[in-house]
């Protein structure tokens, strides 16, 4: 059977077994990647030696950062930062501009936080601020829920846009530095102007909905048991700069000792373990027990399913890449006249809005038109990040996080696609056009090849 062909099918397969059977992510990954070598006609030999490299390949691209991530991110969590650099930044901004403030608390977040626990971390001090300004729940969810998925999907050191560069060859500081130059603008205008506009259209709620409004200046006071927003917000950037710097470095010199130095701390792996010993340092007196081992020991249990579906999605990618689909899909492209950017961005698209897994997603995607992206002659700091933002605009029901603003804010389900699927939508078509444009500039701008 033709790669392509075994493809189709294995996705169908893969897709009934996740919706219709509910199997867990990484089960259908490595199933789909057995079943898709045997309809290929790979050699048992062969297919049994790509598993297990790679889930290799894939732990040593990022297999350390997702543990140090993890507990990086479960610190600032359990301490209190999180919420007390929430707060900061809406009394930074002025009440008049909460969603601005919570837009841009999302949008840095989920850097070093898996989306799903910022989400829950902050979805009380998102009631509770929309008690008092009396706008509508959907405009808030809106301006957070956009700025934390797109940095979650487009902005490393989390797990999918860690993988997509290490697989696609690009420069992870780079990535991070146009990762977050291309998502900006996309999170302030689909995350902040969107819901604005929401606001706006739906006017302020039923007072007899309020039963109990909370004081503003007793909600957005400091905690002084708890970090401070600055502190907190250093923390978070501590070890994106030491990547950021590393990689800016890089461009003037590439020799002597301080280019070594320079290169070591921000190397990413070492860059997030500093992060990790840093705020378990700094934070110790904040953590449970004040037991800083005993929490990294805790924390690190919980990477345990990020490292599963991740590896599972690495076995999957080395099945796809021992054969000839990408090369096939790029004939069909090419055929087509449909341009490179495009098909990666749709694609993890379709198969994020199929499955329901970001990550998932951007594994598949980068595996079939990653090579091809590149063999063209792409950028693969582009490419890559044209994969996640088709990832970031499949945000539908087959989703676990789709539900979330109806669990957590009481969005009514009727809702949830104008305050998920939408602004996501209008988010990844607003990058995917910055991208273009970068693309048309490949040739003079820095650090994309």
Known sequence: MSPLVAFIVVFIIMMIALIKFKITPPVALFAASIIFGMLVGMPMTDLLAKLPAGFGSMMTSIGLL?????????????????????????????????LLA??????????????????????????????????PMKSYVISIFTGLLLTHCCVAPTPGPLAVAGQIGANVGWFIIWGLIVCLPAS?????????????????????????????????????????????????????????????YSIFSTEGILYTIISFVGNQNVALFIGMLVTGYVLRDYLPKRDVQSFIDKASNNTGGILLIVGAGGCFS???????????????????????????????????????TGTGAMLAAVAIVGPACVTTGMSPVIAGLSICLGATAGTFPTDAVFWFPEKYNGIASKDLM????????IAALIGLAILMVMNAMSGVLPGLY
Request: with cysteine; hydrophobic share 55%.
């Open 188 to 248: 302030l205008i689909a995350g902040w102007g969107y819901a604005e506009l929401v606001a706006k259209k739906e006017g302020a709620i039923d007072r007899e909905e309020l039963k109990s409004i909370i004081n503003d200046d007793e909600l957005l006071a400091p905690d002084p048991n708890k970090p401070s927003a600055g502190l907190a917000l250093g923390l978070v950037l501590l070890p994106i700069l030491l990547i950021v710097i590393a990689s800016i």
């Open 318 to 356: 080395a099945v796809l890449q021992a054969t000839t689909l990408s090369n096939d899909l790029v004939g069909i492209m090419s055929a087509a006249n449909m341009p490179m950017i495009l098909v990666g961005f749709l694609l993890a698209c379709f198969i994020r809005a199929a499955v329901g």
């Open 102 to 135: 919570l837009n841009l608390v999302g949008f840095i977040l989920s850097i070093p936080i898996y989306f799903g626990v910022a989400y829950i971390m902050t979805a009380p001090l998102v009631v509770a601020l929309q008690k008092i300004s009396r706008k």
């Open 418 to 425: 104008k305050v998920t699927t939408l602004p996501h939508i």
């Open 66 to 98: 997702i543990i140090f991530g993890g507990i990086f991110g479960d610190m600032l969590g359990e301490s209190g930062a999180t919420e007390e650099l929430a707060k900061g930044m809406v009394r930074t901004f002025g009440k008049k501009n909460d």
